[in-house]
């Protein structure tokens, strides 16, 4: 096993380089599996201590066997001096008094020896827009595509509803996949398609409904975007406001229990932001479900987040109601959450 595991995480590294937007085409048509085992149940080691913090401030206990910090691997913004890289995380999670749609559990995942997340643990609840925030570079991205299994992970365990994604075989994950929508930086658009056939992909792909069937459902879902006047235009015509728009669209069309959102508001000026995060707020208001956004834009956060998890060093410093966060009295979570100049997080 510990060979098998060497070569997918060697095959991942690889993987990582790729062009993203090619990984984000097979997920939105149910490809891109992971070329894994199927029998890989004892790679997980679930955590069962009911600590907060259960990987405490040791920067080598998630993963003992995956090696030592600054000789094995290192950890983007993680000086190699600092003797204690994890003392601004407590790893509380306050309680938002529902269930959780989503846990991570010590979750680890390593490019190389730059290990992006180290012993990650996270609950999203459900029928809440949640978000994820933190500094550039801190493995938000990376998060989410060990949630939807476009990666798998060194160590730890991704729960979806209470199932064991990274030990899914390929055929249950495609069919888990149909619980979600996912909505890329750039939409994720398929150039040779105009907006209505983007927009009807999932549906001709997973579903057996009719050409009739299909369109009534796309258009009530462009509608619902502001986009339904441009069924028969191309991506190349359309503002980036509108690709995400319509890549929204597509991310409902499935009636997806849970939506992912990365960075929505990346590269709009703020009033469409303020306008995208509206319609955000609107239709999850109208469909509920677990709505997880990554980012790292205040405004956004004010607008429409219910939860908030600030990512920091690969782990969570603190995770709660956003009322509450939003008046925490941890020097990062404050530093970062007001945009304070004086405080934990430097320029370097």
Sequence with gaps: MADESTDRRDQQTDEATAD?????????????????????????DHASDGRDDRTGGDPD??????????EDYTIPGVDPSDQQPYKWHTGEKRDHGGEDAIEIIDLVKQFGNTRILNGLNLGLPDNEVSM?????????????????GLLYPDSGDVLVHGESVPNMTDDELFEMRKK?????????????????????????????????????????????????????????????GMRKRAGFARALVLDPAIVFFDEPDSGLD???????CELIREIHEENGGCYMVISHDLSTARRIADFLAVLWKGRIVESGPSEELFESDNDFVRQFLNAEVEGPLAMD
């Design 20 to 44: 993203d937007a090619s990984r984000d085409a097979e997920f939105a048509g149910g490809a891109g599996d992971r070329d894994v085992d199927a029998d890989r149940t004892s790679d997980f």
């Design 61 to 70: 206990s998630a993963a003992p066997e995956l090696g030592k910090l600054n």
């Design 132 to 148: 994820v925030l933190g500094p550039s570079g801190t493995g938000k991205s990376v998060l989410v595509k060990l949630i939807v």
């Design 180 to 240: 979600f929508g996912l909505l890329f930086q750039d939409g994720a658009l398929f150039g040779s398609m105009n907006v209505f056939d983007n927009t009807a992909f999932p549906l001709r792909q997973h579903t057996d409904k009719s050409e009739s069937e299909i369109s009534e459902v796309v258009n009530s879902r462009l509608q619902e975007v502001g986009l339904a006047e441009a069924h028969y235009k191309m991506p190349n015509e359309l503002s980036g």
């Design 270 to 276: 703020p009033v469409r932001t303020a306008l995208l």
